[in-house]
């Protein structure tokens, strides 16, 4: 009987866990890909958080986060956004970006597709 409701139980959760690996997976790779376009320096590495969601980060907020990065000199000038198609939660990861011997952490917000980065700040 236990044994039943075990492997029941593990049934279930199996396929939890793998869509949250792969959402995970699918964020950083669209970082990654942000920072490759963005970046002013292409040799670093980068490691992530484990994403999450918030609903305190609006389109004001984001906006504010556009115009600081514009100063940000790790980054270009014409840093390229990804559109956020919805509203509501917006997904993030931190980051710890190594160039050199400089450390930078940042915060990536992402669409709730996990398709584009629609802003950054520094923490």
């Not at 963005?38 to 115009?67: Q, R, W």
């Not at 014409?78 to 930078?104: S, W």
């Amino acid at each position: 009987m236990r044994k039943n409701i075990l492997r029941t139980v593990i049934i279930c959760l199996l396929p939890l866990m793998l869509f949250s690996c792969m959402k995970q997976r699918k964020a950083e790779s669209v970082v990654k890909d942000f920072l490759n376009e963005n970046l002013t320096e292409s040799n670093y590495s980068v490691s992530f958080s484990k994403i999450d969601s918030t609903a305190y980060v609006n389109v004001n907020t984001i906006n504010i986060m556009k115009e600081v990065a514009k100063r940000n000199k790790a980054f270009k000038k014409n840093i390229n956004y990804g559109i956020n198609k919805r509203k509501g939660k917006l997904v993030y990861t931190k980051a710890m970006i190594y160039i050199g011997k400089d450390t930078l952490k940042q915060t990536f917000y992402l669409d709730n597709d996990i398709t584009n980065v629609v802003g950054f700040k520094e923490n």
